[in-house]
């Protein structure tokens, strides 16, 4: 029997003073996050995570609630110190999120029907209810209409 590697995406978001790191391979969807801070962490926006939106002492006690370890953060004067540089994937990874969109990781160019072409970045979520407002993309609604999928 043979396991399947996880595939290993990281994400980050900074205020200029720490970064928010985010691993959504590891995400157990507690929703702790944006109950707790939704001005930072927003599903439906994206990015999804505005680390200009809290102050820092703020934005580190939410992510230190974050059950998974999912959420991370660091200091930025601390990696400026070690000299490490943070490494971001540009691997594609497609997620199902449960009763919600389809998160699509990586950079994209999307094609409407009259050809025109938008880039995208970072993460896209597409609707999978079909009752978004602005399709392809999700808008949220998924949860006003109580999708199941
Ligand atoms: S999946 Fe979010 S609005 Fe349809």
């Not at 959420?71 to 919600?100: C, D, H, M, Y």
């Amino acid at each position: 029997m043979s396991e399947k590697p996880a595939r290993k995406i990281t994400k980050k978001y900074s205020n200029g003073e720490v970064t928010v790191v985010w691993q959504p391979h590891i995400c157990v969807h507690s929703t702790i996050c944006f109950r707790g801070l939704p001005a930072v962490f927003d599903p439906g926006r994206r990015p999804w995570v505005d680390p200009l939106a809290a102050s820092t002492a703020e934005i580190t006690a939410q992510v230190d609630q974050c059950p998974s370890g999912a959420l991370s953060w660091f200091r930025n004067s601390e990696v400026a110190a070690t000299g490490q540089t943070p490494e971001v994937t540009a691997e594609t990874i497609v997620e199902v999120s449960p009763k919600g969109p389809l998160l699509v990781y990586g950079n994209l160019t999307i094609k409407d029907a009259a050809g025109n072409e938008t880039k995208k970045h970072k993460v896209t979520a597409f609707c999978r209810c079909g009752a978004s407002q602005n399709k392809p993309y999700c808008d949220g609604t998924h949860k006003k209409v109580g999708f199941e999928g």
